[in-house]
C-alpha cells in the first residue's frame, strides 16, 4: 500500500528523519502492544508486514499465506490506526543508526554512501548520510509530528499479487481502508528540491578509517533521471558492455583478479540527475595506473565505438535475467505496480522492456558513450585508507 511523499518531502531542518522514522516504526509495534506482543500474537501464521519510506512515497506491505490475506489488512488498518512511535524504539533506532555509520567509515561503499554520494550531488544534503549527531536531535514528536498527516490522510494507491480471491480482496480493502479516504486531509509537500548540480571536472579523495589496504577509484558522469525509460534501459546496457570492457582490460592490463562494475543510478525524484560510475578496486600502489587505464578505456570507445558482438554479450544475460525477474512476485509489486497511480505508464513498460531491450543495437550504445562519457566533465573519487 503506497501513499504519501515519502523521502521527497523530509523535513529539511531534520536530516536522517527518514531512516529514523522507519526503523522506529518498525520497532514499535503498535500503541496498544508491543512488537513482542504483536509477534506473539501473529506466532504460527505465515504472515509479515513491513513500513518503509521510499524516496517518493511511503508504503506499508505485507505477505501472507492466501488464507491470511484478511489479517494483512487488518494489520495494516492497526498500523495506521494505532501506530506505536516508542520512546525506546527511538532510542534504539538511534544507537543502530550510529553502529551503522561507524562501520561504514571503514569500507569503501560504505564512505561513498556518507560522503561520496553527496559530492557527487554538489554536496545537497539530501544525499549522503548525515552524522549520528544530527540524528540524535531527532524527538519522537518530530516523528510523529510528521508521518500521522499521512497515515491519516487516505486515497491509498494497493497492490497485490500472488494467488488470492480478487472478490475478496476487493472487500477487505473496501472495509477497512475505506474509511480513510478523506480528500481533505489529503498532505500537501512543500518541499522544492532543488536541481542538482554534479560536480563536472572535479576530484575528491576519501580516507578509510582502516589500515587494510584496500580502496576504490571511481569516475562518474552525468546522466538523466529515470522517467526516459528508454534511455534508462540504454544507459543500462552500456553499463553492461563496460563492466566487460573493464573487466578484460584491466584484468590483462594489471594482472591481477580486481572486480571492477559499472552501473547507472537515474534518480525518480530529482528531475535531470543520474549518475553512471565505473567503479574499480585498488590498492595504493595501483591508484593511478587504473585511473589512467580508466581513461584509455573511455577515451578508446569515443574514438572507435562499441561493436555489435559487445552489445550482444552484454545482452543476452540481460534478456536471461529478465525472463527470470518477470516470474517472481517482487518485480510485479515494487517494480511495476507501486507508485503506478501517479505514473501508469510504468504498467505500459511491463510489457514493453523485454522488446525494447532485445531492438538496443551497438549503434546506440555507441551514442550513448558518445553522448554522456565525456572525461572532461566527468567526477573521480579516490577512497584508500589512511595508512
Not at 504460527?44 to 491470511?68: K, N, W, Y
Not at 498500523?79 to 512511535?85: E, I, M, N, V, W
Not at 552484454?314 to 527470470?324: D, F, Y
Request: hydrophobic share 40%; with cysteine; charged share 25%.
Amino acid at each position: 500500500m503506497v501513499f504519501g511523499h515519502g523521502r521527497a518531502c523530509e523535513p529539511a531542518d531534520k536530516p536522517g528523519i527518514a531512516f529514523i522514522s522507519e526503523q522506529t516504526v518498525h520497532k514499535s509495534g503498535l500503541g496498544s502492544m508491543t512488537l513482542d506482543q504483536l509477534n506473539a500474537a501473529l506466532a504460527g501464521r505465515d504472515v509479515t508486514m513491513e513500513f518503509t519510506v521510499e524516496d517518493s512515497f511511503f508504503s506499508l506491505s505485507g505477505s501472507a499465506d492466501p488464507g491470511e490475506t484478511e489479517l494483512v489488512f487488518h494489520l495494516i488498518r492497526s498500523l495506521l490506526t494505532d501506530p506505536g512511535f516508542k520512546q525506546e524504539s527511538l532510542d534504539l533506532a538511534k544507537n543502530q543508526y550510529r553502529q551503522m555509520y561507524e562501520a561504514l567509515k571503514q569500507t569503501p561503499d560504505g564512505i561513498m554512501r556518507i560522503k561520496g554520494d553527496r559530492f557527487l550531488a554538489g554536496e545537497d544534503p539530501w544525499f549522503g548520510m548525515p552524522h549520528p549527531d544530527e540524528v540524535d536531535r531527532l524527538a519522537l514528536t518530530d516523528i510523529q509530528s510528521w508521518l500521522t498527516p499521512y497515515f491519516n490522510q487516505g486515497g491509498f494507491e494497493v497492490s497485490l499479487v500472488g494467488e488470492f480471491d480478487p472478490a475478496r480482496v476487493v472487500s477487505h480493502a473496501r472495509t477497512l481502508l475505506g474509511g480513510f479516504a478523506f480528500p481533505e486531509n489529503e498532505v500537501h509537500c512543500q518541499n522544492d528540491l532543488d536541481p542538482v548540480q554534479f560536480p563536472e571536472g572535479e576530484n575528491l579523495s576519501l580516507t578509510l578509517d582502516t589500515k587494510i589496504d584496500k580502496g576504490v577509484v571511481r569516475i562518474a558522469f552525468l546522466t538523466d533521471d529515470y522517467w526516459d525509460v528508454n534511455l534508462s534501459r540504454g544507459l543500462s546496457l552500456l553499463s553492461r558492455v563496460l563492466s566487460e570492457h573493464l573487466r578484460i582490460t584491466i584484468r590483462e592490463k594489471l594482472g591481477a583478479a580486481y572486480s571492477p562494475y559499472v552501473y547507472n543510478h537515474p534518480s525518480m525524484v530529482h528531475d535531470g540527475y543520474g549518475v553512471l560510475q565505473m567503479v574499480v578496486p585498488v590498492s595504493h600502489e595501483s591508484v593511478d595506473q587504473v585511473v589512467q587505464t580508466l581513461d584509455e578505456i573511455i577515451a578508446d570507445i569515443r574514438a572507435n565505438g562499441i561493436s555489435a558482438r559487445e552489445t550482444e554479450l552484454a545482452l543476452a544475460p540481460v534478456l536471461k535475467q529478465l525472463e527470470v525477474l518477470r516470474e517472481t512476485n517482487a518485480y510485479w509489486l515494487n517494480s511495476v505496480m507501486a507508485g503506478s497511480r501517479q505514473h501508469p505508464e510504468k504498467l505500459d513498460w511491463a510489457h514493453t522492456i523485454v522488446p525494447e531491450y532485445s531492438g538496443l543495437t551497438h549503434k546506440e550504445m555507441t551514442k550513448l558513450a558518445d553522448t554522456y562519457l565525456d572525461l572532461e566533465k566527468a567526477a573521480l573519487i579516490r577512497i584508500l585508507p589512511a595508512q
